[in-house]
């Protein structure tokens, strides 16, 4: 299928749909705020009976509230880490790791290591909320620099991706593709990948833009900064960017779904 088609000429694609899996920074936020469009948006999909997924980077520690709070069916955490379904704040993993204490030190300890070769890495804040990965702030680093600590990444034995926020030191398993199958298998086995849209805007959306998973994905118009970057690209394209594009894709459900 031809990727970054118009999602104004795409709506025969999107009668099936019963799920829509998003992204959340850059996707449903705006200059990295929820509005109240978007807010309405969600509450428009549950009238509709298209439920919603949230799969973020995000840690487990900010996760656990959107999944409590918003009209949601659960948020993946920490790039398909973990799982919260809607109402609980207990996360299910999804990546096995025998001892969390020894997992973090040695995600410490990788990161140190990055800092011997890019002594100006920052570590984020919300490390100290995370469980299964590690992050540092992604502002001011090149792509050739990127690419560079994804090699050293892969060379320590673990795996590397990043937003437009933050660069992930992550189990090289660990993926929001695997961890959105993975929920789906074990919680909502009514939903084929055939049903599901898949959203984002940054390389670690790009799992969930491969069509052997998900056959019908879309990118937010902001996807384009990372187009090159991107071996995975979305089928379809809004014409806003952020929320604004997101939001667009919900007026299209509502369109298809007659609600």
Known sequence: MPRLLPLTNASSAFTNIRLVATDMDGTLTKGGKFTSTLLQGLQDLAAAGIQVAIVTGRSA???SGLAYYLPIIGAIAENGGL???NGSDT????????????????????????????PLLEESTDNRFRITDWTFDVKGLSTNELQTLSQLCQEMGWGFTY?????????KQQDKAPGLLKVLREYFPEYSSEQVVTVGDSPNDESLFDERYFPISVGVANVLEYRNQLKHQPTYITSASEGEGFCELVSLLKIVTGD
């Open 61 to 63: 520690g900010w996760v």
């Open 91 to 118: 996360p299910v993993p999804l990546v096995p790791i025998d001892d969390h204490y020894i997992h973090r030190q040695q995600l410490a300890d990788a990161f140190h290591q990055l800092k011997t070769q890019f």
């Open 83 to 85: 799982f919260f379904p």
């Open 163 to 171: 937003s437009n926020v933050q660069c992930h030191i992550k189990p």
